[in-house]
């Protein structure tokens, strides 16, 4: 089994930048891809970024996050970043870590960490 930790959320200001960090323990081995969900209140959770794991590292972001937020890995670490800049409101959530194994597809979540964007 995979266990996340998340870290790295808070209170700042539009136009301001926050980092997020998710470390992952346990089998670590069997991890296809980490990435980032988020849910804000009354919407449904959506995805934010992804990266894969291995000697081949592919990311994908929303849409609504390019040329602002940037996803890297720290293999040696087993961690995954989230860098988050140029902040506005909507982005208001609370972030979800999250890793998918790579033989079920499963994906295991962190307990989540809030990011609050205030204008």
């Known amino acids: 089994q995979v266990q996340l930790v998340e870290s790295g959320g808070g209170l700042v200001q539009a136009g301001g930048s926050l980092r997020l960090s998710c470390a992952a323990s346990?089998?670590?081995?069997?991890?296809?891809?980490m990435g980032w969900y988020r849910q804000a209140p009354g919407k449904q959770r959506e995805l934010v970024a992804r990266?894969?794991?291995?000697?081949?590292?592919?990311?994908d972001y929303a849409v609504f996050v390019k040329g602002r937020f940037t996803i890297s890995r720290d293999s040696a670490k087993n961690t995954v970043y989230l860098q988050m800049n140029n902040l506005k409101s909507e982005d208001t959530a609370v972030y979800y870590c999250?890793?998918?194994?790579?033989?079920?597809?499963?994906?295991?979540w962190g307990q989540g960490t809030q990011v609050t964007v205030s204008s």
């Open positions: 990266i894969t794991s291995g000697s081949t590292t592919i990311v």
């Open positions: 346990g089998s670590t081995f069997s991890i296809d891809n």
């Open positions: 999250y890793a998918r194994q790579i033989v079920t597809g499963e994906l295991t």
